[in-house]
């Protein structure tokens, strides 16, 4: 199973293809708990960049 989210054109190379391992599998995952992955996976791509 492959989850597109609505942020999807707005992610970067590098953050679509960070791997994710669930230790529960992807049956175990609720819409708002794909949401809370995805707000981390790009705060931890974004935590050392600098903006002006």
């Keep these: ?4 989210p609505e942020l999807y054109p707005s992610l970067t190379s590098h953050e679509l293809e960070s791997e994710i391992v669930l230790r529960f599998g992807i049956e ?3 819409a708002e708990d ?3 992955i995805i707000q981390f996976s790009i705060s931890e ?3 050392d960049t600098l903006y002006h």
């Design 1 to 4: 199973m492959k989850l597109t």
């Design 28 to 30: 175990a995952l609720a």
């Design 34 to 36: 794909v949401m809370e």
């Design 45 to 47: 791509h974004h935590k």
